[in-house]
C-alpha cells in the first residue's frame, strides 16, 4: 500500500477491554467473603470461600499473576499453591480500575469497588476545589470520613466481637490512607518484614477468632525504578516467597492464609518507543484543563465545552495503544464497579470526562507536571491482563 493509500488505525474498541469481575472475583470481593465465614454479619460476596475461624490476609504490592507464573522458579513455595504443582493452572482474581494502590487498598479494605468507595485513582480531580488529589499522599488534605465514608471489614469485624489487626510498616499508621481503607481494630507497627511475619502469625494465634492483615510493598517500589527484569526484582520475589512460607508455617489450627496483590505491573522503559510526553504533545494537551490518574490510566478533565474533541483527538492519537472512553461509557462498561450499578453521587465527578486506559507497553507520561513518575520503569493502571490480574492464594490449617 502507498503512503497516499494507507489509511488510519481504527481505533481499539472499548468494548473489547476486559472488565474486572467485580461482584465474583475481585480483590473487593475477599474479605467480605473471609470474614463472614468468621461469623462477620452483614457482608455479602459473589466470590465463594470456605469458613476458617481465623483468616489472614497477605497482601503483596505489585504482584501480578502472570508476572508470578513467568518467574516461577523464584517463587516456588507460592508456585505451589497453585491447585496442581504445574505453574500456569489455577484462577486469578482481578483486582479493579484502575488498577493503582491507592484504589485497591480501599477495594480490599472496605469490600466495595471504587464506584462506590470513590477513590478512584492515583490522582483524581476534587469536584468540590477543583484541585487533583493525590490519593496515597493525601494531598491536598481533603477530610477521610468526607471523601470515603463507608465503614471497613475491619471496623465491622472489631464491632462483631472478632479480634481484627492490621501488621504493616509504622509510617503507614496514621496516613488517611489507611484510616479510610484500613482501619478497625489494632495496628502494629515493625520496621522489618520478618517481625511483621511473626507478629501476624501471633496475632492469629492469640484468640479464637482473628481477622488479620499484613502488608510487603517493596516488592512494587522495585519494580518502579528498576523494572520487573530486573535482577533487584527477581530478589524481591524471592523475599516474598520466603516471607509466605515463613507465616504458612506459623498459622494456628483453624486457619487460613490468603496470599494476593494489589494490582500487577508493565515494564515501560523510559527510554522506548511507546512513551508520548502530554507536556510535549499539543495534540494531547489541548482541551485539556487537569491531568489526573498516571502513565497506564489517566482521567482527563476538559475544558468546559471541549470533552467531546478531547476524546475524539485521544481516540485518534491512541488508537492502537489504548481503549479511550468517555466517563459515561466507563461507568458503563464496569470499569468502576458492575455494569447497570452506576457511582455514587460523591464518586461521579471525581471520574475523568474521558477515561485512558493504555495497552501493550504503552504510556502517556508528563515529563514537567509528573517528573518522578514519568522516570519509572515498571508502572500500573490500565486494564491489560498483566495489570488487572492478581493471584488468591490459599493455605488452611
Not at 480500575?97 to 479494605?109: I, K, N, Q, R, W
Not at 496516613?175 to 479510610?180: E, G, N, S
Request: net charge negative; aromatic share 6%; with cysteine.
Amino acid at each position: 500500500m502507498t503512503y497516499a493509500q494507507a489509511a488510519d488505525p481504527e481505533p481499539l474498541d472499548p468494548r473489547d477491554a476486559p472488565a474486572p469481575r467485580y461482584g465474583s472475583a475481585s480483590l473487593a470481593d475477599v474479605l467480605p467473603a473471609a470474614a463472614a465465614g468468621i461469623g462477620v454479619p452483614g457482608l455479602t460476596s459473589g466470590l465463594e470461600l470456605p469458613s476458617a475461624d481465623r483468616v489472614c490476609l497477605f497482601l503483596v504490592d505489585g504482584l501480578g499473576w502472570h508476572a508470578l507464573l513467568d518467574n516461577a522458579a523464584d517463587a516456588p513455595f507460592l508456585t505451589s499453591l497453585l491447585p496442581t504443582s504445574k505453574a500456569g493452572t489455577g484462577e486469578p482474581i482481578t483486582c479493579g480500575f484502575p488498577s493503582t494502590t491507592a484504589t485497591s487498598l480501599a477495594s480490599v479494605g472496605t469490600g466495595l469497588p471504587p464506584a462506590a468507595h470513590g477513590l478512584a485513582g492515583y490522582r483524581v480531580r476534587d469536584p468540590a476545589t477543583g484541585a487533583l488529589m493525590h490519593q496515597l499522599r493525601w494531598d491536598p488534605w481533603t477530610e477521610p470520613a468526607l471523601w470515603q465514608p463507608h465503614p471497613t471489614v475491619f471496623q465491622l469485624a472489631h464491632a462483631a466481637g472478632v479480634p481484627a489487626a492490621q501488621v504493616s510498616a509504622p509510617r503507614f499508621e496514621r496516613t488517611p490512607l489507611t484510616q479510610v481503607a484500613l482501619s478497625g481494630g489494632t495496628f502494629l507497627g515493625r520496621l522489618d518484614a520478618g517481625e511483621r511475619i511473626d507478629l501476624a502469625a501471633a496475632r492469629l494465634a492469640a484468640t479464637g477468632r482473628a481477622l488479620v492483615y499484613t502488608y510487603y510493598a517493596e516488592l512494587d517500589a522495585t519494580g518502579h525504578r528498576y523494572g520487573m527484569a530486573s535482577a533487584d526484582w527477581r530478589r524481591e520475589l524471592r523475599e516474598v516467597d520466603r516471607l509466605a512460607r515463613r507465616l504458612a508455617e506459623q498459622l494456628p489450627p483453624r486457619s487460613v492464609l490468603y496470599v494476593t496483590a494489589d494490582h500487577g505491573m508493565v515494564d515501560t522503559p523510559p527510554a522506548g518507543p511507546d512513551r508520548l510526553d502530554f507536556d510535549e504533545d499539543w495534540e494531547l494537551s489541548a482541551g485539556v484543563a487537569a491531568l489526573g490518574g498516571e502513565g497506564r490510566a489517566r482521567h482527563l478533565y476538559a475544558v468546559p465545552g471541549a470533552a467531546a474533541d478531547v476524546h475524539a483527538v485521544w481516540r485518534e492519537v491512541l488508537a492502537e495503544q489504548a481503549w479511550v472512553v468517555t466517563r459515561e461509557e466507563a461507568v458503563e462498561l464496569g470499569w468502576f464497579g458492575p455494569p447497570g450499578t452506576g457511582v455514587e453521587a460523591r464518586v461521579r465527578d471525581r471520574i475523568g470526562d474521558v477515561v485512558v486506559a493504555m495497552t501493550g507497553s504503552a504510556a502517556v507520561v508528563a515529563s514537567r507536571r509528573e517528573p518522578k513518575e514519568s522516570a519509572l520503569v515498571g508502572m500500573h493502571g490500565s486494564l491489560t491482563p498483566a495489570e488487572q490480574l492478581v493471584p488468591l492464594l490459599e493455605v488452611r490449617t
